[in-house]
């Protein structure tokens, strides 16, 4: 039973997000026979009386693959018009059974979330006008609704420490080492710091540096116990006097290098 679901985060344009079908396990009547499926995503319609609302981003991404070219009912292209954006950190939404002529972005193109990336259509294999929207993360399907209404956000895929470097047009991972590390084949040092992440697509900001943990300031040297001369010291007098034990002279005159003879007011170390 269809109803409306209250999407803090939205992919339709005016905000209104009724649902059709929901993920997981359902039946459903398809040209008269009855059908039992996995449904990988969430359909949803626009909640006004037309039903047909633009389709926005879900969040700021790169485009990663496009179909334009399906009229109407299709079991060849069961998807019918779609497209998939790449949020990074192995997340990607789908949108999928688009109207013919509507999707406004580009294999390769960079959206921010509410970008109009195409219109609610009837294409593919469907009873009617819908969105089929899906969530991946790690290639496994999630469902969506806890992601429209904000009980869960996709994980972040900006590095939180550490030297970054924002992926460029034409970048690959050996043209960037090339470039931050002096060398392209050390390229596996640069995926090492960015584990899952196996494609780049322009906007990517990934690791290419750790950032070293602060080190505690050095203590500063307790200050130098110091003696002043008198007439008629010696270093064994000295000795006696600050160390108990004439005989530790020599303890005196190695923290004193270079020094041999003692004249009154002369000032020494003596711990």
Known sequence: MAYLLKARTPVLKKGGHRVTSDFGPRTFVMQGK?????????????????RIDDVIAFADGVVTAVRDGVSGYSRVNPA?????????????????HLEKGSIKVKKGQTVRAGDTVGRIGATGYVTGAHLHFEVRIGGTAQDPAPYLSGEKTLPDAKPTSGETYTVKKGD??????????????????????????????????????????????????APAKTYTVQKGDSWWAISKKILGKGSRYMELKALNPGKEALYPGDVIVVG
């Not at 996995?38 to 359909?43: A, E, M």
């Not at 019918?80 to 990074?88: E, K, V, W």
């Not at 050996?174 to 050390?186: F, N, P, Q, T, Y």
């Open 80 to 96: 019918g018009n779609y497209l998939y954006i790449d949020h990074g950190n192995d997340c990607q939404t789908r949108y999928l």
């Open 172 to 221: 690959s991972w050996w043209k960037i080492s090339a470039e931050v590390l002096g060398k392209g084949s050390r390229y596996k040092e640069l995926q090492a710091l960015n584990p899952g992440k196996t494609s780049l697509y322009p906007g990517d900001v990934i690791i290419v540096g750790k950032e070293e943990p602060e080190k505690p300031p050095k203590p500063a040297p």
């Open 34 to 50: 009855t059908v039992s499926d996995n449904h990988l995503g969430i359909d949803l319609t626009g909640a006004d009386t037309s």
